[in-house]
Structure formats: C-alpha cells, structure tokens
C-alpha cells in the first residue's frame, strides 16, 4: 500500500512537470508570435509573399477549346495610335526583308511543329497555349496566349466571349473555317525565342471557292510580332462579314470595376482599350509582311530613380506602395487606383526614402562606411523588441527538463519515506510489518 502511495506520487509530480513545461513553451510560443514579420520588423503581408515574376509550371497540352460562336463587332471607340508603345515597317513582295522574316515550318523536323487538332477541325474555336518564355506584350510580360481559328492570337488574362474585341494579336483576323479541307491547318511551332503560329490553307466560311489563306504570326522573345502573308487569294478590303470582324493589328486594354455603390450587372466589370494599332490592309499581298517594334514603356522601371529620371519614356510616375512605375494607363490600372498610386506618383523619390531615428543620424553621417556595433550586432537576426523583452531564462526550458525534475523529485520522496519507515519500525519492534498484505491467501 506504501509502494502503490509512492508510485502515485511520481506519476503526480511527473504530470506536474509536464504540465508546466506547457504552459511556458505556450507563453514562449505568444511572445514569438508578436514578432512576425520581415527582418525589419514590419508586417508580412500577402504580397511580400509572392514575387511578381514567378509563373506556375503550365504543361504544353492543348486542352479544350473556347466556344466564341457569338461574337458581335467591336464596340469600343477608336483609339487613335501615337506609335507609343510599337513602331512597325511594312515590307513588300520585291522586299528581301520579306522572304527573311518568313518562317518556313515545313523545314522543321516534325518534332518542333505541332497540328493542334481542335483548331484545325472547327469553326470559331480557340484554345489555350503555353509558351516556353515571358513574351513582353504592351510592357506586360505574359506566359499563356490563346489561339483562335478566326485568325487572331487572344493576349487577355481574363477569357470573356468578345475575343475579337481588345487585347489581340492579329496578323488577319476574319471568318475562317479550318474544318472545311484536311489540308487546312493550325499548327505552330516554340523553340524556346521564337514562337510561330501558322494558319495554313484556310478558307473563309461560306466563301471556301474564293481560295485558301495562308499566314502566320511570329512572336519573338524580345517583344518583335511579325505578321507573315505567303498566299492572299482577294483583297483584305473585300473580306469584310457581318458575322465576324476583319481586323490587322494589336490591341491592349484594362479591366475596370465600378465603384462599390454601383451593383448593375451591366457595369459590374468594363473593358477599356486604351490603345490600338490598325494596319493598312491593302498592303496585305501575298508574300508581304509587318514587323512591330515594341518601345520602352514606363512597366520595365524597376525603380523609382529610374522611373522618374528615364529619357527612354515620358510621364512616368513611381507607386511606391506597389514598387511599380506607370503612366497610370496599363493593364493595372485598377490596382494603381485602389492603392492610390496618382498620389504617391506625384511625390519625388526622396519622399520614399527611409526616414533614420534620430540617435543614428551620427552614425549615418559619419565617413566610414563599417557598421556601428549596435548594428553590427542585429544584423541578420530576426528578432524584433517584443522579442527581445521577454525574460532570457525562459528560452532554454524544455518539456523533458521538467519531467526530469518531477522524477527527481518523486525519488526523493521515496527515499524519505522509505527512511521514515524503517525508522518507525526499529522503534516500535511490537508492531508488525505492513508486508503480510502482500502475502496471498491472507
């Protein structure tokens, strides 16, 4: 009975232990808490957390395609081009630039050309490509396009049924119809610089005795769209259908949200297009091209000096908040005005500049450019004030230390009541032992 009292009495003051160990790994664990930040002691928020240039692995599938059987024309205004963001040349039949810029996919080894088979059986479909590089696109720098049967490349990050409206590359954009013959084809072809995109030997709808088409649109790492014609059976101007637009060009635009009062579904999101390049059709003969250009836009800043001092672009200003440079006219424009960024871009650079607590001014000011030793000392330790107030000691508690102390503890009981015992027993010999409980039978 003694024994199984003992045994208790460990048992409890291990319990003990363990029990205090958690209460202070929980205090511990608060005080680590209040400090969760940056290594400058200043909020962790969502987007520290992702850098801007990251892109998920995407694989090189073809997917499914996109029904745009409903495509009605254009209905935004025409905005006219200042050659701001692409300078281009046309070049002709007797131009040698022309054959140059002519990418020839039937001397590429199968392996490097792919026949997308949703495209090249069907009627107004598009369909989703990955490429292999960040194509710049308006200063935007994009990973997935998506390809579509009426001629046109869609460069949008948001898919909505009016394709055909903004946000394009389109080298002829009209009613085709690749599904009318098998030798009519959409097949391209990324080796990693260049990506082409070929419509081959496709006829219009309806109008399949006027000829086949044949063109393609080249879109290179640095940015350069070259639009290609090898064969243009009719005039681009006689091309035109009320079922679908015909358009030669590029064309970027942003997303805008209405204020939060105003709940109509019509204007629950707005697609503005800021900027449109319109070519020439009736330069388009067979065996001509276009070669676009892009130019500096205020996006490749990745700093506020350079933003506000660059001569390579003009009226540029610097959102500290986002750490981007813009003309506030982007596909971000509804980001710089949520984060109020025309107001910050109307400050000067030294507005951004840290401002130093006033007992490190001397160091800041003297002339050696070594860290002080107060510096010196925190540099690379992330901790923060709240952190280091918390009592020193308490850091080098752990679970197992304090259930050692129990068992400790426990033993050391046992031995003074072992003692006590014995001791009780020299001086009362009359008395029996306590042990004739043990014996069985009794």
């Known amino acids: ?23 202070h790994e929980d205090a511990l664990s608060e005080t680590v808490l209040q400090t969760d930040g940056d290594f400058y002691g200043l909020p962790r928020t969502r987007r520290d957390q992702h850098s801007p ?28 081009d200042s050659q701001r963001y692409y300078k281009w040349q046309s070049f002709g039949p007797a131009d040698r630039r022309t054959e140059e810029l ?8 199968k392996s490097q050309v792919q026949i997308h088979g949703i495209l090249s059986n ?27 049967t009426g001629g046109f490349i869609f460069m949008g990050d948001i898919t909505h049924r009016m394709l055909t409206a903004t946000q394009y590359i389109a080298p002829l954009m009209a009613n085709f119809d690749p599904s009318y013959a098998k ?52 005039p681009v101007e006689k091309m035109n259908s009320t079922e679908h637009p015909v358009k030669v060009g590029l064309s970027d635009a942003f997303m805008a949200l209405p204020p939060p009062l105003q709940v109509s579904e019509a204007q629950r999101r707005t697609i503005y297009e800021y ?18 250009t892009p130019l500096p836009t205020c996006l490749q800043h990745t700093s506020c000096d350079l933003c506000i001092t660059s001569n390579m672009t003009t009226g540029c200003g610097w ?29 000067s650079c030294e507005d951004y500049i840290p401002v130093l607590p006033e007992g490190s001014m ?36 752990t679970e197992n230390t304090a259930i050692i102390a129990g068992v400790v503890a426990a033993l050391v009981v046992l031995v003074v009541l072992t003692l006590l015992a014995v001791y009780y027993i020299n001086t009362h010999p009359t008395v029996a032992p306590p042990f004739y409980l043990m014996q069985p039978g009794l």
């Not at 908040?321 to 109307?346: F, M, V």
Request: hydrophobic share 35%; aromatic share 8%; net charge negative.
């Open 1 to 23: 009975m003694g024994l199984c009292a003992v045994l208790l009495i460990c048992l409890s003051q291990a319990e003990l232990g363990r029990v205090w160990a958690y209460e």
């Open 53 to 80: 240039h990251q892109h998920r692995e995407v694989r090189h599938t073809e997917g499914r395609g996109l029904d745009i059987t409903t495509l009605p024309d254009n209905m935004t205004r025409i905005v006219e």
């Open 102 to 109: 002519w990418v020839n996919l039937n001397n590429l080894h």
């Open 122 to 148: 069907a009627h107004r479909q598009a369909a989703r490509v990955a490429l292999s590089f960040d194509f710049p696109f308006y200063g935007h720098h994009l990973r997935q396009i998506i390809i579509a």
């Open 183 to 234: 030798n009519s084809t959409v097949r391209y072809s990324d080796n990693g610089n260049v990506f082409v995109v070929q419509w081959d030997s496709v006829s219009l709808k309806d109008r399949e005795a006027e000829g086949p088409f044949t063109f393609q649109a080249v879109l290179n790492k640095n940015g350069t769209i070259v639009f290609n014609y090898r064969d243009i059976p009719i």
């Open 275 to 292: 900027h449109r390049v319109e070519m020439n059709i009736t330069k388009i003969v067979g065996r001509s091209a276009f070669e676009f």
């Open 319 to 347: 959102c500290n908040t986002l750490q981007r440079c813009s003309d506030g006219i982007d596909r971000h424009r509804q980001e710089w005005l949520d984060y109020n960024c025309p107001e910050e871009a109307k400050g």
């Open 362 to 397: 001397s160091s800041y000011n003297q002339s050696s450019p070594s860290p002080t030793p107060s510096s010196a000392e925190m540099e690379g330790q992330p901790v923060t004030r709240d952190l280091q107030s918390s009592p020193p000691h308490h850091t080098g508690i």
